[in-house]
């Protein structure tokens, strides 16, 4: 992954390589890990100490008491051994509000490096001004910016008289994480978003769909007259930059609309794929990663570069609300301003925590997820090895990662725990395609027969309204292939008085396999049981 790295303005690159191929991709349904807090955002930063530092929004941060619109904090430990947080500032100890009280604090970024040579760093922290109030437009603009320091590890704060950013012009900072102690790097780098850390869901502003990037030497973060600013990459693929922020040009645009249509039950629809997120360099893989997301789903891009190009890898959407709190027994939700730490990254990169939370209140549904939480994210490449034929059920693998489009209950295990009395559906309502119910490895193997175990009995939905096919990923590409089914599969409502239906094809080599159609019926959802993987010829003989 790494053969060609090489350094570039301080930071690694990899020019030569390739698009990062996963073999599995996967995200929790929900957060497993978290520091007892309360409040939202939370950027942070690995600095020298070995501490994690973060800050937080319209909360209590790591104190009992005392609600803040902005609070500093740091976090010890590990997602496998727990986590703990402590409070360290609050409020106006923290950062000013340029415009109140139409707008108050938020933090969007934070970059721990030693840019005064002293050694020990400073923490920089990027706070916006959003908007408040009880009128209409509340967190829909974000028309300053600017950045205050630490040199007592979050103790207490300084910031320039006037804010960096003003005109809803780059002011959602976000600093890359280059691990612990900025990597070393003698520059700081930072992404930004014009108008709104969000889609802006009364349009004051145009919702975002392009992140821009900068840099400014490490001992000038707070200085504005040092910035510059990316403008695009010249024929070798290297960046061009400006002092001009007026010259400014994407290194990531995404323009897609992400649930265009409302539920059947009402709420919002039609959302961006850029928001305030997180970018990291991973070591391990040899890449980029950058995480945002949309109302109902985290989004992820892979580049070689900081400045790009840069590509989407994976989203986990998450289905309409309502979602469930990360201590119900069906956790399952999604989360706003999603970063992966670099602290918690493993050795070989493969092993990812996604930081996201959850305003929505849901004590009676298994507790908020408003606090610094993590869930487990594994990126694998894996290997071109075949797996050798063991025999039996292939899904019961201890390497077999389920491969959804969205669930309703968050119980992937559903698909392959070895019941057929234990039923998931997918999330109700119009979402962003087809569904998808399958598996994923790490390496390919052989198989000719898949086997699923339908729902029960619903007249609202539960079946597929056409198909459903059988697909299978060879050498990264998703291919159909040409199945007998035993029952024939109808696709209504009696789709569900089968016990099971048994699909039949010419043995593949593949490292994946998904059965995939139009969910049906006017809840618009399908419903599985079981779906079971066999090499049907290998048992034969």
Known sequence: MTAALRFVDGVPVNPDAAPLRLRVAHVDQANSVWADGDGDLWPSAWADDGALYTAAGDGTGFSPHGWHDILVGRVDGMPQTGLAGAPLAAGDEVAPTWDAPRFNRKPTGMVAVDGDGDGRDELYLAVQDLRCGDEPGIFDEAPTATIVRSTDYGRTWTWPTEPLFVDHVFTTVMFLDLGRSNGGSPWVYAYGIDGNWRTSFTRIVPDPT????????????????????FTGRDGDGMPRWSYDIGEKSPVLEDERILYPDPAPYGGRSGFTAIAQGGVVWNPGLGRYLCSSWSEYTHEFYEAAAPWGPWRHLH??????????????????????????????????????????????????????????????????????????????????SPDTWPLVSRVADGQTSVLNDGRRDLVEDSSRGPGSGEDVWGYQWPSPRRFDRIVTVPGGQDSMGGWFADGPRVEVRVDGEWRAVEASVAPPYRNDFTALEEHEYVFDFAEVCADGVRLVGEPGGPLRYTSIAELEVWLVQADLG
């Open 210 to 229: 392009a992140l821009f990037l900068a840099r400014v030497p490490a001992a000038s973060v707070q200085d504005r007259s040092e910035w510059v600013f």
């Open 315 to 396: 989203s986990a959407d998450y289905g309409h609300f309502p979602w469930q709190g990360p201590r119900s027994p069906l956790a399952k939700h999604g989360g706003y301003t999603p970063t992966m730490p670099s602290k918690f990254l493993s050795a070989d990169g493969r092993d990812l925590w996604l930081q996201s939370n959850w305003f929505f209140g849901a004590t009676s549904r298994g507790g908020r997820a408003y606090t610094f939480g993590l869930r487990r994210v594994r990126f694998d490449p894996g290997t071109d090895a075949v797996a050798p034929d063991t025999g039996g059920n292939l899904a019961l």
